[in-house]
């Protein structure tokens, strides 16, 4: 007689990890853009390491939760930060002259257009999550604005500072974000809130099931 059995197997939630790495380099990549801090050599490791592979790692563990927006999340901006650290190698001529030479930073600016559509995306998907993640996407839309637009250049100091203060905020609301998921988990309680989901995207049998009801109290 075959027996069958199912093994439970049990990941940590990825989220404090994964937003921790989101604080640091962001925090770290807006000190060079506001001018606190010069060059981008100290910041390609944490570009790489807490930005990236952080990141990418905090994907690998959401996928596993059966979690497509924190997988597609998580995985989408450890990519991009590691595309950055590279694309700063090649800007410093670490790759050769040649590429250095033939180094277009319009290009940029589609990449980061790219990202801006998919950011506004992500953006809806974080309204019914919580209200820390939402205002962290919603300011990654304003970075990606900046960035995009100073790349192509247009109005390229006023969407500098843009991107830059709107890193910054990334930086503070990811770094609090980390803090709280951690803690949260930990304790078995909310002890910093994130904030309820905005509760303005429902589901159709969410919405039927509402209605019907409203039907029958009329009919009382």
Do not use: C, R
């Not at 010069?38 to 996928?63: C, T």
């Amino acid at each position: 007689m075959n027996q069958t059995k199912d093994i439970k197997i049990t990941t940590a939630d990825p989220s404090g990890i994964g937003l921790f790495g989101l604080a640091i380099v962001t925090l770290v990549a807006s000190s060079q853009k506001l001018g606190w801090t010069e060059g981008v050599g100290l910041v390609i490791p944490w570009a790489i390491f807490l930005g990236g592979i952080a990141q990418f790692y905090a994907s690998i563990l959401d996928s596993k939760h059966n979690n497509t927006f924190g997988t597609t999340a998580f995985g989408a901006y450890g990519l991009f930060w590691m595309a950055v650290a590279t694309s700063w190698f090649v800007q410093s001529g670490t790759f050769g002259l040649t590429l250095q030479e033939s180094a277009d930073v319009h290009q940029l600016g589609f990449v980061y257009i790219g990202y801006l559509v998919f950011t506004i995306f992500m953006t809806i998907g974080a309204l019914e999550t919580n209200k820390v993640l939402f205002f962290i996407f919603f300011l990654i839309n304003f970075l990606f604005v900046g960035l995009s637009l100073s790349s192509l250049g247009i109005m390229e100091h006023g969407m500098h500072l843009l991107a830059a203060y709107s890193e910054f905020g990334i930086a503070i609301l990811s770094l609090y974000g980390a803090g709280a998921n951690v803690l949260n988990k930990h304790f078995g309680f909310e002890f910093l809130p994130l904030g309820k989901p905005f509760g303005i995207i429902t589901k159709p049998l969410e919405k039927e099931k509402t209605a019907h009801l409203q039907t029958n109290n009329q009919s009382f």
